[in-house]
Structure formats: C-alpha cells, structure tokens
C-alpha cells in the first residue's frame, strides 16, 4: 500500500491505496464520487475523463498513484455554489444527453476543448469528441450542446 | 479490469531511472501509459515493478535549431502538437502528433513511450523513419534504420532508456493515414520525407513493424509527384490482416495514402 495525496475538487484527500489502483476506482470507490464512470475499460469510450492538472485526461489508463500532489477535477466539481457550470447548462438547454451513461464524460471533453479552442465550429467540435462514445449515438446535440456553450462562455469572456 | 500487482516506484532524473532498472529484473518504464496500462489491464504484461519517468524534468523539451527538431523522450503529443516552433520546422510532425488517438490519449502519451512501445499502428514510428531521426539513449545513439526491429521490438537493450528523438529538418514532408474510426489507431499511415540527398517513404499500421518502400523513394527521387507512387504497390502477403482490414486492402491503402502525402507536400 503507498500513501497517495491529491486534491480532488478543491479538497485536499489522503488514502492508503494498492499500487494498481486506477485513478477511476480511486475516485469512485475510495472517494465515492459516482460521477466518474467506467465505459469500455480500454481508454476508447472517454466515459471516465477527468481533469488532472487541468488537461482532460481517461483515469482508467492511469494510476491513482500518478496523481500523487495533482489537482484533479470531476464532474462533481463543475457546479459551483449551486450553480451548475455553463456546459452543464448547455448540456441540459440543448438535451445532450439520451441514457446519460457518457455525459460526465463528454462534459468535462467539453469543458477542456473551450479552454483550449474557445468558440468552436461543429466539424471542430466533432474532432475533439473523437475520445468520446456515446451508445445511444446521441451525437447532435452534444455537438450543440458543446457549441452552445463555447459561445456563452467565450462571451462572457470577452 | 485490474492489472497484477506491482510496485510503482518514481525516478525523479535519468541517473534515478537507470539505479531503478537495474535493482530489479523484469521492471519497466512507465512513461504516459496510454498502451503500457491498457496491456497490463488486459493482463498482457505483467511487470513486477513499474518506474515512472514521465516526471523527469531533463527530459520535457523540444528545441529546434542546427538543422534539426529535438524533443526530450517524456515530451507528451499534446506539446508537440502545439509548438510553434515544430509546426514552423517540420509541419508534418506537428500534425501527425495531432492526429494520435483523442485529445486526452495526447494529454498523456509521450514520444519517448510510443517508439520505445513500436506498436505496429503507432504513428510516430513512420516519422522516425521516414524523417531518419536518431534515437538517443542514456547509452548511444541509434540510427532509425537500425532501430525498429519487429513487432513491438526495438534495438533497445535491458537498462537502456530513450532520452530524445532528434528528427532532421527536411525541404518538404507531409503525413497521411487511414485512421481505424474506433480507435484512431492507423490502418496504414505514410510519412512522405523530402530532403536535398534524397526521399525517403515509411509505412505504419499496415505491416507488423513500420517499413520503407524504397521503390516509391526511387520513383519520387526522379518527379516528386502523386502520379509517381499511383502504380508502386506494396506485397499484400507482408501486411496485417483483421477484423478491420484485409491485408490487400492494407496494401492498397499504403499507395493511396502515399499519393494523399506526396500530393500535400509536394
């Protein structure tokens, strides 16, 4: 067992944790943040991204003890005070979403290709998705979803 | 899926990583992970003990200057994307590391893992070797001729880690592949390299190691055109062959996508 520190969300957490425990099952079951899901298992599906160190990464190709120090955000950390984050609203105005299964995912794929890019064209957008699986192959209107909310939030911005 | 139990331990400089490798037999460098993980999830690899060297500071750089692009082995895809200064040099090796796997996989991957790994549809080993890049070790220097050996094999011997990969500069270069629409891994990928003394063409993804074809070389060194390479093709019986492609259909996606490249760079 290693000592693994990290903040997760803003809180600073410590745990006792087997070398191979994936940064996934690090945070859903030693943390309990469900948000996180587990897809393909095979770093295809894009279902557990997360941010570490503020670039959107698949924690079940890593370990939990690579975040060691890191700053890691999940999709439980995007609202803040109640307020959910624009591509959240987004998500929700344009109903990018059918089972929901891949949401978390394609959410926190969102929020660090507008960081990266700003306001995106969909055949951008749709580049930037190839990371990302939805089974329900409910592509269009994530894809304007993720539209929408590059717009408001470059707005914003400007 | 959980791997077999291992030990994970951090080098925190090259000199670290090389008393680490050699206090255990078996133990392996873990760099991004993106392939590395994915096998020992499936239980396909097992090391005993795992070294981490995607920290090491002396070896995250690019530096472009004396006719060549340098990048430290731990340099993840995303920086060499986005250089500047590689999009300026060589725009084809800014473009091909655009275009491995998702924008996350890029976030995390690293060069130095990738050619270490050789996996037979990696793209960055049709850069190596078709750039002719040299491969430098905490040992040597090894020319990419004389580096991809065979199916996830390289010249690299037991203790040896990458600590660069220096591509020279050529006049005009370009990268084209097939991209499986699952995993973005390449059907078959070809990087198109024009330099003063000559060409050179390698193929990935469609053979088990990534190869030459010094018959499209020949045929561009005398009209550097598409026209040149639309009749060479490749021998269908050396390329892979499954459930996403035949290996006829490999072998012709060699010649379409080396027209696609010489057209671009051309």
Do not use: W
């Not at chain 1, 803040?80 to 105005?93: I, M």
């Not at chain 1, 299964?101 to 190839?130: N, Q, S, W, Y």
């Not at chain 2, 070896?59 to 430290?72: H, K, T």
């Not at chain 2, 473009?95 to 130095?112: E, F, N, Q, Y």
């Amino acid at each position: 067992m290693t000592a693994v520190s990290m903040t997760v969300n803003g809180k600073p957490v410590t745990a006792d944790v087997e070398d191979r425990t994936l940064l996934v099952y690090f945070l859903r079951e030693t943390l309990r943040l469900t948000g996180t899901h587990i897809g393909c298992d095979t770093s295809q599906c894009g279902a557990c991204v997360v941010h570490v160190d503020g670039k959107a990464m698949k924690s079940c190709t890593m370990f939990a003890v690579q975040a060691e120090g890191a700053q890691v955000t999940t999709i439980e950390g995007l609202a803040k005070d109640g307020k959910l984050h624009p591509v959240q609203e987004a998500f929700r105005d344009n109903h990018g979403l059918q089972c929901g299964f891949c949401t978390p995912g394609m959410i926190m794929t969102a929020v660090d290709m507008i960081r990266r890019k700003g306001a995106m064209d969909r055949d951008t957008i749709r580049h930037e998705l190839e990371g990302n699986i939805c089974r329900c192959t409910g592509y269009h209107n994530i894809v304007s979803a993720i539209e929408d909310a590059s717009k408001r939030m470059t707005e914003k911005v400007a | 899926m959980i791997t077999y139990p291992f030990t994970y331990k951090r080098a925190k400089s090259v000199a670290e990583a090389e008393t680490l490798l050699k206090a255990t037999s078996e133990s392996k460098l873990l760099a991004g992970g993106q392939t590395l993980i994915a096998a020992m999830k499936m239980r396909l690899a097992n090391p005993p003990e795992l070294i981490d060297i995607s920290g090491i500071k002396e070896l995250n750089y690019i530096r472009v200057g004396g006719g060549q692009v340098a990048i430290g082995a731990a340099t993840i895809h995303y920086d060499v994307a986005t250089s500047a200064e590689v999009a300026k040099a060589i725009p084809a090796l800014a473009h091909l590391a655009g275009v491995i796997g998702d924008p996350a996989v890029r976030h995390k991957g690293t060069i130095g893992g990738s050619v270490a790994n050789n996996d037979p549809a990696a793209d960055y080993p049709a850069a190596v070797l078709a750039l002719g890049a040299t491969i430098k070790t905490n040992k040597r220097a090894i020319k990419a001729d004389d580096f991809f050996t065979g199916m996830f094999s390289t010249a690299l011997e037991d203790g040896e880690i990458i600590t660069e990969i220096a591509f020279p500069i050529p006049e005009k270069a370009a990268y084209k592949k097939f991209a499986n629409p699952a995993s973005r891994y390449a059907m078959a990928g070809v990087f198109v390299a024009k330099f003063k003394d000559g060409i050179r063409v390698a193929a990935t993804g469609a053979a088990p190691c990534v190869f030459r074809v010094p018959e499209m070389e020949a045929a561009l060194a005398k009209n550097f055109t598409p026209d040149a390479v639309a009749n060479i093709a490749v021998d269908a019986s050396n390329m892979n062959s499954d459930l996403h492609g035949s290996a006829e259909y490999r072998a012709n996606l060699v010649t379409v996508m080396a027209k696609r490249a010489v057209a671009e760079a051309a």
